[in-house]
């Protein structure tokens, strides 16, 4: 069974940090890009950040750049998103999702996690 898992999310301060994980399981994420997106209550999902199969190349939403990370561990068949001086306008439902494609379009991509909330209040 295809199956991503996001991790990670929760309450944070303005500036604070969190580590997203994308976990699969029943295919190997390896041979994929992957792409973070994120979804506020009333805008359209987002892409924030992908990254090549190998992880040799990565792309960021202007939004973040300089504050967001991605990687990946192929072993763990598993890709972070490391998020460090968090806004609040960085709430959101964040997902990450699996393609052939490295880019940030949502319709690029297939297969999707069930998401993980990040809020950033005081």
């Known amino acids: 069974q295809v199956q991503l898992v996001e991790s990670g999310g929760g309450l944070v301060q303005p500036g604070g940090s969190l580590r997203l994980s994308c976990a699969a399981s029943?295919?190997?994420?390896?041979?994929?890009?992957v792409g973070w997106f994120r979804q506020a209550p009333g805008k359209e999902r987002e892409g924030v950040s992908c990254?090549?199969?190998?992880?040799?190349?990565?792309n960021y939403a202007d939004s973040v750049k300089g504050r967001f990370t991605i990687s990946r561990d192929n072993a763990k068949n598993t890709v972070y998103l490391q998020m460090n001086s968090l806004k609040s306008e960085d709430t959101a439902v964040y997902y990450c999702?699996?393609?052939?494609?490295?880019?940030?379009?949502?319709?690029?991509?297939?297969?999707w996690g069930q998401g993980t909330q990040v809020t950033v209040s005081s």
């Open positions: 029943g295919f190997t994420l390896g041979y994929y890009a």
């Open positions: 999702a699996v393609g052939n494609l490295l880019t940030l379009r949502v319709t690029s991509y297939g297969s």
């Open positions: 990254i090549s199969p190998s992880g040799g190349n990565t």
